[in-house]
């Protein structure tokens, strides 16, 4: 018993050190700042990226996954404003092996990054010089590891990372408008509500090909920036209308009452010295990057920081 606990506080320190006062809406301790904090943050490895996706190098071994109870509403849990994101608990019921990963790994959280208004960029990773609207990291550790030893393990964490694009003329999806409704009543930091099946994952994630996809490793995105993410970032992204996304841009607050909003929560490009592979399936065209967005390097990832979820001892973190 006396070992148990010792290992659950350990757990709550590491994340408190993960969730604690960072923020994304004051220079004093956005992201800029990170680094002087949280030393990590300083590492060769570092996340997010810009994927340049005519540079990938193809793997044979970065076939299919297989997702295992992603269908099942009953695994998503809870919903709560973390004052960072928006983020939804699941059972570890809920997981994902093959596609290239190092073993089975059991899902914990999935949570959001958007920027400031339907016409701008939100996401965390680029594809090609280019930024989508948000983007949804569900975060999964790997099956065996404890909850200190995933910040430290190479490869404990596996995110998968699924690009958000607001497209006009687009029926609606209804998990995704299940999902912005109760978003609308999570209006301040810690407000939080329990899920009754509503939604499935794989309602969130909708039609896309799955089999096409880019890998590297990396960090998390957020202090402490530990450098134990196996990073999946999807080709095509979910297309949703601006109608069901705006409720992030409008209800969300960092601070209600002084009325600071939760905007821009996303981290910029960062410099990551691994190579960028690229599925079985993933497409190898030429890359269009605006001069005045992230360059992606070779096979490697040269990017410049452009200025301006984490995981989880059990179910609570955020990169």
Known sequence: MVFLITILLLGI?????????????????????????YSACNGTQQSPVNINTGKA???????????????????????????????VTTSTQMYVSGGGLPGTYLATQFHLHWGNGSHSGGSEHWM?????????????????????????????????????????NISENQAWKSLTKLVSNLT?????????????????????????????NGSLTTPECNEVVLWTVFEEPIRVSA?????????????????????????????????IYASKQASQGAPTVNPTTPRGGSSTVWTQPLGLLLPLASILLLS
Not at 13 to 37: E, I, M, R, S
Not at 67 to 82: G, K, V
Request: hydrophobic share 35%.
């Open 243 to 275: 109608s069901l996304v705006e409720t992030f841009y409008t209800d969300l607050f960092v601070n209600a009452t002084e009325g600071i909003r939760l905007l821009n929560n996303f981290r910029p490009v960062q410099e990551n010295r691994n190579s």
């Open 13 to 37: 320190q590491q994340l408190n050190a993960a969730t604690g006062p960072f923020c994304y809406h004051d220079p004093a301790c956005g992201p800029a700042k990170w680094p002087v904090k």
């Open 57 to 87: 190098v193809p793997k044979e071994h970065l076939g299919p996954f297989s997702f295992h109870n992603y269908d099942n509403s009953s695994l998503l849990l809870q919903i709560m404003n973390i004052k960072k994101t928006i983020r």
């Open 128 to 168: 090609d010089g280019k930024q989508a609207n948000m983007e949804l990291h569900i975060v999964h550790r790997k099956q065996g590891l404890n909850l200190t030893q995933v910040f430290n393990y190479p490869e404990g964490l596996a995110v998968l990372g699924f690009l958000i694009q607001i497209e006009s």
């Open 188 to 216: 301040e930091d810690g407000d939080e509500l329990t899920l009754n099946g509503t939604f499935s994952m794989m309602d969130l994630i909708g039609s896309i090909d799955l089999t096409k996809y880019y890998r590297y």
